[in-house]
């Protein structure tokens, strides 16, 4: 191994799927002892890549060269050989396990446990050490923060002798504090001489944490550059491969009437347990609220309760002052003609009938309107002109209406539902996760939307795992942590460290201090 | 991205991989023709020619389907709100007594009011006895394959029972009901051809295949022309989104559980009213369970369930026809290559699928525009 070869340089690498092209002649290097960040829109191909290069598929044509050597890497048994360790974005964890199992899992060496369990811890003690790693062997996984879990998993890789590591998606379930310390940790792991290869969509954290950056579009590797001489615009354009622009603009709220009000709600979530505890806001026409929190605080029970999927066990809700049935008469079709459309948080699982064509999509929750009906039958001539309409609207591609709904891009199935929903001309909105895997190029437009539709005096409650979009597009930002709403900013006002702070369980008059 | 790779044609899944599952099914068949020494080709020809060689044959094949459409249909309609419904045995049983229940008590009536009013009975009993699965599925959360199955051998002791101690007539050895009137009879298709004019050879089949491709058109409408349908059909992929929408999950499994053993009970119009004319034991023969088969093959849509039910109606007939030609081929032979069929077009459907899809793209590589 030479000081000067790359840790990992790939040679025209080519992957297809069928018809689809993953990956284009993929030239890549990345630099010893680095942090490289990958960015790219949803379908780019990095995740292709990186599976290539950790052997769980293999390449149609091209090279894969680990420190100058020339390596096949056939399956992930060769990747760690190889040294190089992935960090799922989904943990590969066995819960009740502890961390030490968990790590010698796959690794333990010889029949008897005890002889590589003592091994294995001193090896554990001495990694946690060397790279600033606090976790305690001897805990289950059940019992760490999703942060400490994070940790475990960098701490597998490197127990296996990674000296690449890979990591796709890291912050997506981490606060902004947790976030912050998963930095330092690669920059540690940096000075130790490990290669970090980072795959993200947030371009803020590029910024924050790389050295270098390669950005993929549409399978191909479209540019390296060295993060200090770069910027998010310019990495923006070469991911969509236009202007795009970041900043929401919108001009200070005009809140009119309270459209929706919500009193002491309390609801209950899977196995009972009570994930809104006593919530109460409201939002009034012509303003944007936000809820931020981390992924898993109640705000997803919060929205389907207000939306009349999920019961509430106490409390109630008012449109325009008057009360809906959201305990036991809970209906979605009756919300719905009270005026709440709802974008649901997951549109594959709710928000859309994936096997369903397009047009079929365009109407449901509203397919008892009385325009769509023609004696007993659907009035399909009219279903069809109307999901036409749509489509144009909000420039859903490609525009027909006949496709089937699984085979339009995220961007664009989101539209669908937006287009649905907005185009009823609610009173209410209820947006959940509006952009999650939407590329950024329709995130764009979404937003854009979302702001016009506030103009236009609609009361809009979103819900975001996303802090930069919470930021950038509510009036008011309420954080919702562990069932209880702790804080409340103005949107203009905010810093991310104060929410992050809020987020993390703080509560809200501590984190001004 | 990886999704994109499975996309075929509907020409390849709705054409060439039935038939290659069919081709399969005969193969094995063949071979295990072959192994108690008979010729497999001559058996295939014996087979073909049982079933559409000549009228009276063809007669008997089309009854067949009509069973087969009747419980293909009623298990389709269920599939598409995502409920196994495996009791069309049991639900077409009940229906034979709704339909014995009209012919026997208001055969003073004329025939078409007979029949209409058998009809509606036949559906009614077959929707009933659905719907208590049904409502326990929607209500308690009962399983429906298991509430299902025990309604089947229930509506099998019910009308042993009713057979045997209430409907008999007094002195009759045999546990069935006595004939219906001549008034209360559906006509054979050959006698109702023979009033215009049109000489065919006997058979069994009856005016109720008419009824058969009536069902096939109303579930077509049913299924993607309503709103009805549109609900059962979201309920059926996706609860989440049903429940996101407004729709009752609860209420579409009770309404469609119902369609499906309506559906079921129309089996014994064909049966009782328009072959037997007597309510009798087992008439069902496990036309239901084989309507499984067909509508899996039928991939849950009319017209595919049309030509299943032909296919299967043509290897009861042509079966039968074999098992007499051939005594070495018995009939449970005959039951072995329904039993293969059902094998490679049911449960293995997707046997050759990925074989299909590499082949396709290898010969086709038209790049498609990419859903990036």
Known sequence: ?513 | MSTASDQLPRWITLGVIPFLNLLAAFVVSGLVVLLIGEDPIEAVGILIWGAFGFGEGVGYTLYYTTNFVFTGLAFAVAFHCGLFNIGAEGQAYLGGLGAALVCLHLDFLPLPLIALLAIAAAALFGAGWAFVPGYLQAKRGSHIVITTIMFNFIASALMVYLLVNVMAPPGKMAPETRTFDESARLPFMHAALEWIGIDIPQSPLNLTFFLALLCCLLVWLLIWRTRLGYEIRTVGISPSAAAYAGISTARLTVIAMAISGALAGFLAVNEIMGVQHRLLLDFTAGYGFVGIAVALMGRSHPVGIFFAALLFGALYQGGAELSFEKPKITREMVVVIQGLVILFAGALEHMFRPQITALYHRLAPSPKPSEA
């Open chain 1, 1 to 513: 191994m030479t000081a000067s070869a790359p840790a990992i340089e790939l040679r025209g690498i080519n992957k297809s799927f069928g018809p689809v092209h993953a990956n284009k002649n993929i030239n890549l290097s990345v630099e010893n002892a680095t942090i490289h960040g990958i960015v790219g829109e949803n379908g780019a191909g990095k995740s292709t890549l990186m599976s290539i290069l950790y052997g769980f598929y293999q390449a149609d044509s091209g090279e894969i060269q680990v420190d100058g050597k020339p390596t096949r890497i056939a399956d992930s048994e060769a990747a760690i050989a190889a040294g190089i360790g992935m960090v799922h974005q989904h943990f590969m964890l066995v819960e009740p396990f502890t961390v030490l199992e968990n790590v010698i899992l796959g690794a333990e060496g010889g029949g008897r446990l005890a002889g590589g369990m003592g091994k294995a811890r001193e090896e554990l003690e001495r990694l946690e050490r060397e790279y600033g790693l606090d976790v305690d062997p001897d805990a289950t996984i059940e019992s760490l923060s999703v942060g400490a879990q994070q940790r475990v998993e960098i701490l597998k890789a490197l127990f296996r002798g990674a000296r690449i590591l890979i990591l796709d998606e890291p912050t997506g379930v981490l606060t902004p504090k947790e976030a912050d310390e998963l930095f330092k940790i690669l920059h540690v792991l940096k000075e130790q001489g490990t290669t970090v290869v980072l795959i993200t969509h947030k371009l803020r954290e590029i910024m924050a944490a790389t050295d270098n950056v390669s950005v993929m579009r549409q399978g191909e590797m479209v540019a390296t550059r060295k993060t200090a001489e770069t910027s998010m615009e310019e990495l923006a354009e070469l991911m969509v491969g236009r202007k795009v622009l970041l900043r929401v603009d919108k001009t200070p709220a005009e809140p009119g009437d309270e459209a929706l009000k919500v009193e002491n709600l309390t609801v209950r979530g899977g196995r009972g347990v009570l994930r809104v505890k006593d919530v109460s806001f409201n939002v009034k026409r012509g303003e944007i609220v936000g809820i931020a929190g981390v992924a898993g605080n109640g705000q997803s029970e919060l929205l389907e309760a207000i939306a009349g999927i999920r019961h509430a066990e106490a409390g109630r809700v008012l449109i325009e002052g008057q009360p809906i049935g959201v305990k036991d008469s809970a209906d979605p079709a009756i919300l719905r003609e009270r005026g709440v459309a709802h974008v649901p948080e997951d549109r594959h699982r709710m928000g859309l009938v994936m096997p369903f064509e397009e047009y079929e999509n365009s109407i449901l929750g509203y397919h008892n309107a009385q325009r769509y009906q023609s004696g007993l039958l659907l009035n399909l001539g009219v279903i069809r002109d109307d999901a036409m309409d749509k489509i144009e609207k909000f420039d859903i591609r490609p525009p027909n209406c006949r496709l089937k709904t699984s085979n339009f891009s995220g961007g664009n199935q989101q539209k669908i539902v937006l287009a649905r929903e907005i185009e009823t001309d609610p009173t209410v909105l209820l947006i959940g996760q509006p952009t999650r895997g939407v590329d950024i190029g329709a995130i764009e437009f979404i937003h854009r939307r979302i702001v016009e539709l506030r103009d236009a005096g609609k009361a809009i409650l979103l819900v975001s795992v996303e802090l930069d979009e919470i930021m950038s597009l509510a009036d008011r930002i309420l954080v919702m942590f562990d069932g209880t709403l702790v804080g409340e900013r103005a949107g203009g006002t905010a810093t991310e460290g104060e929410l992050g702070l809020m987020m993390a369980g703080i509560d809200g008059r501590e984190a001004a201090q």
